[in-house]
């Protein structure tokens, strides 16, 4: 489905969402803030000006409908076969991994057993395999690691909830998308007693579900495959839980790659 395609659809059916309208109102609203706040700061640094196409000076609604549109396109045919292709290679380099360790293992404990000068037949010569304890012993340990952070079980392929999530923390960013009302004015009306409060993001939670459900409905998504993004979902932290669950898992990793001891 072509840009336009897409545009024409999600338009035509946004007057009637209000919350996805509210989304959307609050994300091209954000968008011309700091499109006039980057131009004032081009001209007070005496800088050219964006040209008219760019990020800094599109028109704030088509930006945003391209993004929109870009962020949540679904793959085509040929890029769904070829992560396929990928997914079963990667699972074919990871079984002969664990099967090399199992074989590395075997043959460590084997040369350990013995004396490690080898003969040739002709008893012409001897070699000493002592270099391959370290070399091997290092390689198993280092297959391991990867292994320790690619395998995981219960582990499953990502689906459309997953496919929106990096689009939903996006909307839900505090910093990117502030409300307005920033500070809290205490009981005396002096300004030095206002009190900051915490960032809160204009853009709630079930309005950005709601954003992205019919962005992916204009995108010709199946009605049954939306149902586990109707915004009502939202009130249960679905998406939310979902995400919070991504980002503990990728502190977990971050946490398991900083504890590794680096070697020189």
């Known amino acids: 489905m072509t840009f336009e395609q897409w545009r024409d659809k999600f338009q035509k059916k946004l007057?009637?969402?209000?919350?996805?309208?509210?989304?959307?109102?609050?994300?091209?609203?954000?968008?011309?803030?700091?499109?006039?706040?980057?131009?004032?700061?081009?001209?007070?640094?005496?800088?050219?000006?964006?040209?008219?196409?760019?990020?800094?000076?599109?028109?704030?609604?088509?930006?945003?409908?391209?993004?929109?549109?870009?962020?949540?396109?679904?793959?085509s045919d040929e890029e769904v076969r070829q992560e396929r292709k990928r997914r079963k290679e990667d699972e074919y380099t990871l079984t002969q991994l664990e099967a090399l360790i199992?074989?590395?293992?075997?043959?460590?404990?084997?040369?350990?057993?013995?004396?490690l000068f080898v003969t040739r037949k002709d008893e012409l010569w001897s070699f000493n395999l002592s270099p391959l304890l370290g070399a091997y012993g290092d390689a198993t340990d280092r297959a391991r690691y990867a292994l320790s952070l690619l395998r995981k079980k219960h582990a499953r392929e990502p689906d459309l909830i997953d496919g929106c999530l990096w689009l939903y923390a996006d909307l839900r960013d505090p910093y990117?998308?502030?409300?307005?009302?920033?500070?809290?004015?205490?009981?005396?009306?002096?300004?030095?007693?206002?009190?900051?409060?915490?960032?809160?993001?204009?853009i709630s939670e079930t309005q950005a579900v709601a954003l992205i459900e019919l962005a992916l409905w204009a995108h010709g998504i199946n009605e049954q495959e939306l149902d586990r993004l109707n915004p009502a979902l939202a009130r249960h932290g679905t998406v939310r839980k979902r995400w919070d669950k991504r980002t503990a898992d990728v502190m977990e990793l971050l946490k398991k790659i900083s504890a590794r001891p680096r070697k020189h």
């Not at 050219?48 to 760019?54: F, G, N, T």
């Not at 199992?102 to 004396?115: C, V």
């Not at 990117?176 to 204009?202: D, M, Y």
Request: charged share 30%.
């Open 15 to 75: 007057p009637e969402r209000k919350l996805a309208s509210q989304a959307f109102r609050a994300w091209c609203e954000h968008r011309e803030e700091f499109q006039n706040s980057a131009q004032a700061m081009l001209v007070r640094m005496c800088l050219p000006q964006s040209p008219v196409d760019s990020p800094f000076t599109a028109d704030p609604k088509t930006y945003v409908l391209r993004s929109l549109y870009r962020e949540t396109r679904p793959p």
């Open 102 to 115: 199992t074989q590395t293992e075997d043959f460590l404990r084997h040369l350990k057993s013995r004396n």
């Open 176 to 202: 990117r998308f502030p409300k307005k009302e920033a500070l809290i004015k205490g009981k005396t009306p002096a300004a030095e007693n206002s009190v900051p409060r915490k960032r809160e993001p204009a």
